[in-house]
């Protein structure tokens, strides 16, 4: 019985390890201050699989209140964008977000067709009035 007890929890690590967020570098777009701040941006699963879902992570903190705005993810390869993303803020974020220390979620499904290569991934969260709020650039590789 004890065996079968081990033997469970072992199996359950390794699905939770499977699925864990891994950190990833990240650059911001401009040298400007913005009223949202990275502090961590992580994928699940690391590396990036064709034909999986990415799951991107976010922690951040924000220097004023979120109610409202719009966001972008855009994603290129080979320099030829391949993804273009629009939504509310309020969808990638839950509002009112903030002041204070912020997180978000992100999916999209990865095609099982994705070529290996380094995709170039940029986010734009702006205000309602097109102004900054924040805009990231990272990069992630898929291989075979």
Known sequence: MIMLKY???VLIGMALAKESFHAIDFQLCEDKETAIKPLNVSVSPFPPRRGSK???ALEATSSEQL???D??????VFGIQVVNQHGKLCDFFTCPAGPGRI??????DI??????ATYSTQVLLTRLDSSTLLCLALNFDIGL
């Open 103 to 108: 997180g978000s979620n992100y999916s999209l």
């Open 71 to 76: 966001f972008e993810l855009t994603v290129s």
């Open 54 to 56: 990415l799951t991107m």
């Open 7 to 9: 033997w469970t929890l």
């Open 67 to 69: 109610n409202a705005g």
């Open 111 to 116: 095609p099982a067709i994705a070529p290996p």
